[in-house]
């Protein structure tokens, strides 16, 4: 079943052309890997399909329906969330309140209902709670619950704002640079948490600089280059493809990872 489908999607913004005629797609539990060189065009895919931009030109279908042009809590109702490249965490909430955040789309009543405290209201809450304690298990973050959200190290913020994401249930993740700034230890904790969404059916689509983990984890490569599609297709084909090589030509540390992962 295709989750997600971009169809000659095009921005521009004034006289720059950020991308160009860009199609893709994502079947249900699978992970579709976007690279590039930096300013390839990656983060404004994302702004796109997650509702921040709105094409130029082109359509994005989700699950078969016409999605383009919405905003990001309607897509967010939809099934399509994501994560940024900087964190957003309130820093000052738990762990267990930053995820309880991601509940509230989900959640019903109205305010006079919040403010009077109603029974139906309490238990709302209670299984919000409760749900986002399952979340931070399945993040291997349940020993954090009860601590503050600044307290924390940045590995553990990253799998703490998957998990928020979670929270919205979605049926498709945008991982924006998931591990980003991560040791080795906590680049493989967040490969495991990755593996295990897809694993519970949700398809998965991420920017990431980390060749090694993309070939790894991915079902699917899709190259930019200049805002243009260079190469799309399994990783084993992505990373032996000339076009690709050259792409990354500029960038020597990126090549040299490129050519670690193959071997």
Do not use: W
Not at 218 to 237: E, N
């Amino acid at each position: 079943m295709t989750r997600l489908e971009v169809e000659g999607v095009s921005i521009h913004f004034g006289g720059v052309r950020a991308l160009q005629n860009v199609s893709l797609s994502v079947n249900e539990a699978e992970v579709l890997a976007l690279i590039g060189p930096n300013g390839a065009g990656k983060t404004t895919l994302f702004n796109i399909i997650s509702g921040v931009y709105q094409a130029t030109s082109g359509r994005i279908k989700l699950d078969g329906q016409d999605i383009t042009g919405l905003q990001p809590f309607e897509l967010a109702h939809r099934g399509l969330t994501r994560t940024f490249q900087n964190l957003q965490i309130f820093f000052r909430m738990t762990a267990l309140e930053n995820v309880m955040v991601g509940r509230r789309i989900r959640e019903r009543g109205s305010l006079v209902g919040h403010l009077l405290g109603l029974p139906s209201v309490r238990r709302q809450n209670a299984e919000s709670r409760d749900r986002a304690m399952e979340l931070l298990k399945f993040v291997g973050l349940e020993s954090c619950a009860d601590r503050q959200a600044g307290e924390l190290s940045y590995g553990i913020l990253k799998r703490l704002e998957i998990a928020r994401a979670l929270a919205l249930e979605p049926n498709i993740l945008l991982l924006d640079e998931p591990v980003a700034g991560c040791n080795a230890t906590e680049t493989a904790e967040i490969d495991a948490v990755i593996r295990n969404v897809v694993a519970k059916g949700v398809s998965v689509v991420l920017v990431e600089h980390d060749i090694h983990l993309v070939m790894n984890l991915a079902d699917k490569v899709h190259v930019l280059d200049r805002g243009a599609t260079l190469a799309t297709g399994a990783p084993q084909d992505v990373r032996s493809d000339p076009a690709v090589i050259s792409a990354y030509l500029g960038d020597p540390e990126s090549e040299e990872e490129m050519i670690d992962a193959e071997n």
